[in-house]
């Protein structure tokens, strides 16, 4: 005999297998982030961010699986900004990796928002669905951890990139002397 369908509970699931799904993808993104990333202290905030975001992995299956649910292994879509395929070349094929590093903690900022927006509202829902505390908890400490970082970006992004992109024009300008510099005389 089979059990009683729970539409509260399915929902519920369903739910915490979408959040795992954006966890799976901010993982192989963070990833790629700290292999790429050409400023220390981004890369020492990723590393930390990393190591938050498999524990919030962690988090979902344990609680997809208390409830009786298999946690998924896919990977949902992460909300990039994408330019038309007519600047987006440009883009790539002229940044420099100081740009680019500006670029993408941009985006990162972009989808730690984003991921802010759909714990806030996961947790308002299981609220309504009156779900149980444990999953609720799992999902505010997951909200935290990713307020805690989107602010960390809001906070130091504009003094970052200042740093970066001053650094490229200082790099620039002794480039240009270097190469306006007449040629020493050898003896």
Do not use: C
Not at 30 to 45: F, G, M, T, Y
Not at 64 to 90: C, N, R, T, W
């Amino acid at each position: 005999m089979s059990q009683p369908y729970d539409k509260n509970l399915v929902t519920t699931l369903a739910g915490l297998n979408l959040a795992l799904s954006y966890e799976n993808a901010a993982v192989d993104r963070l990833e790629r982030r700290l292999s790429e990333s050409i400023d220390s202290e981004i890369k020492e905030k990723l590393h930390r961010h990393l190591a938050q975001t498999r524990e919030q992995q962690e988090r979902l299956k344990e609680r997809i699986k208390a409830l009786g649910g298999e946690p998924i292994a896919e990977k949902g879509i992460l909300p990039i900004p994408q330019p038309p395929q007519s600047l987006k070349f440009m883009i790539e094929s002229r940044s420099t990796a100081n740009e680019r590093e500006v670029w993408e903690s941009l985006n990162d900022l972009v989808i730690e928002r984003a991921e802010e927006i759909m714990y806030g509202g996961g947790i308002r829902a299981l609220e309504l669905m009156k779900a149980d505390k444990k999953t609720i908890k799992s999902l505010e400490k997951n909200l935290k951890e990713e307020e805690a970082f989107a602010n960390w970006l809001q906070k130091n992004h504009r003094r970052i990139a200042k740093r970066l992109l001053i650094k490229q024009l200082e790099e620039k300008r002794k480039k240009q002397k270097k190469e306006e510099a007449p040629p020493t005389a050898t003896i």
